[in-house]
């Protein structure tokens, strides 16, 4: 299968995400509800940013890190789910399967925060720091899935595949890789602050949302940090903090990602989340519309086909001035430099009617282009009147 035909399918990414959660919550027990739904919905973001990326640009890494972060977690999650069911078919597995891929499965997140945005490292150092993450991780899989005795996240079960004799020597690097993976999330989220920091021009906002956001991730990483030092994470409240606390760290991402794709062309991609917002929000105010007039029809005359047709009739007249409504709210609120410049056109063209001075003129249109285009350098010829 080729990139582009691949590139065409990424819409799956979201939808088997959402399956996924929607399987977990059937499989889990009752008490696993609260902020796995804050976790399922962060992760749903992240296929969706990966869909829309994928979908414009197939051969990119960091479209498909992005789907991969959404499907293989919320796949993960109905592994825990299962692996939970002692005496089901297969749950022993899935268990097993689930507490090895789990924690170090978050290695790509940290190469995202590597990649993102151009989809190479920043230099050959940040180069190694990818690589070293992604051997840690490997060595640390590795570890927890030989480790004998009760597996992570199901102590109900052995480990089918256990080494006995390799036991003390697998816990501790099972032990120390934590401390190194943490190490190496730390040098994942100083990877984006240093870009920005080096990035010029739309490059330099593109990069500030998301070193923004790596700082607030590494603000919620030590305060997660300090709550495992000093309190039990693992019941009551803490336990609800501290999932929240990674909760929002994980969502600082996407939604970078999507303000820079959003405020600043990333990816090219914005004219389709422009029309998947107008169209997405005209829908919903004309369906409302609709069934708020033909609720209010039916209750003054009944019934009718006179009432559905009226109602029909008046949503079908407010299509184009709530399309419009609907875009200029769209442009003003995530597209500014495009709602400006149409501002600042439409003020040039009133001015332009009733201006007579043709050095004011040629002011103006020089100042119109410069805040408009916003070129290095503006000049303005006119053709001298022929003799």
């Not at 995202?112 to 989809?119: D, I, K, R």
């Not at 720091?129 to 899989?141: P, T």
């Not at 190496?184 to 949302?209: C, D, H, N, S, Y």
């Not at 003054?300 to 949503?315: F, M, P, R, Y």
């Amino acid at each position: 299968m080729t990139w582009e035909r691949a590139g065409r399918h990424a819409w799956l990414a979201p939808v088997l995400t959402a399956a996924f959660s929607v399987a977990y919550h059937v499989i889990a027990p009752p008490e696993s509800e609260g902020v796995d739904v804050l976790f399922e919905l962060t992760f749903v973001a992240y296929a969706t940013v990966g869909a829309l990326i994928v979908s414009r640009h197939p051969r990119h890494p960091v479209g498909w890190l992005f789907c991969a972060v959404g499907v293989v977690t919320a796949a993960d999650g109905v592994l825990y789910a299962y692996g939970n069911r002692p005496g089901e078919p297969g749950a022993s597995a899935a268990a097993w399967v689930s507490a090895w891929s789990s924690e170090p499965g978050f290695v790509v997140i940290v190469l995202l925060l590597l990649l993102f945005p151009t989809g190479h490292f920043a230099s050959r150092r940040w180069r190694l720091a990818g690589q070293a993450a992604v051997g840690v991780a490997c060595v640390w899989a590795l570890a927890i899935a030989f480790d004998p005795g009760p597996l992570r996240g199901a102590e109900a079960t052995a480990n089918p595949l256990g080494i006995e004799a390799a036991g003390p020597v697998l816990e501790a690097i099972a032990g120390f890789g934590v401390v190194l993976f943490l190490l190496t999330l730390v040098v994942g989220v100083a990877g984006p602050i240093a870009r920005f920091r080096r990035a010029r021009g739309e490059e330099r906002q593109q990069t500030k949302w998301l070193a923004l956001a790596a700082g607030g991730m590494l603000a919620l990483l030590s305060i997660e940090v300090a709550l495992v030092l000093t309190v039990n994470t693992d019941e009551g409240i803490w336990d609800f903090v501290s999932a929240l606390v990674i909760c929002l760290g994980i969502a600082a991402f996407p939604v970078a990602a999507g303000m820079a794709i959003l405020r600043h062309r990333l990816y090219d991609i914005d004219v389709v989340i422009n029309r998947a917002l107008v169209y997405g929000g005209l829908t919903a105010m004309l369906g409302a519309t609709y069934l708020a007039v033909v609720l209010l029809a039916g209750l003054a005359v009944g019934e009718s086909d006179v009432a559905i047709a009226g109602s029909t009739l008046a949503v079908a007249a407010m299509f184009r001035p709530a399309r419009a409504r609907i875009q200029a709210a769209v442009d003003r609120r995530f597209y500014r430099r495009r709602y400006d410049a149409a501002r600042t056109l439409e003020r040039f063209s009133a001015r332009l009617r009733d201006e007579l001075d043709l050095e004011a003129l040629g002011a103006d249109l020089r100042a119109v282009v410069d805040e408009t285009v916003q070129p290095a350098h503006v000049s303005l010829w006119l053709r001298g009147e022929p003799r």
